[in-house]
């Protein structure tokens, strides 16, 4: 069984920051790419950030410059730090990791997602 649990979430207004935590637990054996994407309420699930187990990262054109994805190996954990935050951004963020479990089984796991809200 394995579980990614978020925090960080919340209510801020334009301009302001917010760090959204992820950390996986359970019989994982290896985590390889972990990933942030959100939803928008009448839109689909779009990503924002991924990063690979060595580090390298990618974004979503419309955060580029304003959030960063880092990740602590040792934790299990992603977390995406979100600046200069827009009513656009509101949405919610979901955690996402691509793992091998200790069953040797793959696959893509989802946290329950955490609701992140800009207001202008």
């Known amino acids: 069984q394995v579980q990614l649990v978020e925090s960080g979430g919340g209510l801020v207004q334009a301009g302001g920051s917010l760090r959204l935590s992820c950390a996986a637990s359970?019989?994982?054996?290896?985590?390889?790419?972990m990933g942030w994407y959100r939803q928008a309420p009448g839109k689909q699930r779009e990503l924002v950030a991924g990063?690979?187990?060595?580090?390298?990262?990618n974004y979503a054109d419309s955060v580029k410059g304003r959030f960063t994805i880092s990740r602590d190996n040792a934790k299990s954990a992603v977390y995406l730090q979100m600046n200069s935050l827009k009513s656009e951004d509101t949405a919610v963020y979901y955690c996402?990791?691509?793992?091998?479990?200790?069953?040797?089984?793959?696959?893509?796991?989802w946290g329950q997602g955490t609701q992140v809200t800009a207001s202008s």
């Open positions: 996402n990791a691509d793992i091998w479990t200790l069953m040797a089984s793959h696959g893509d796991y």
């Open positions: 359970g019989s994982i054996f290896k985590i390889n790419a």
């Open positions: 990063i690979t187990i060595v580090g390298s990262t």
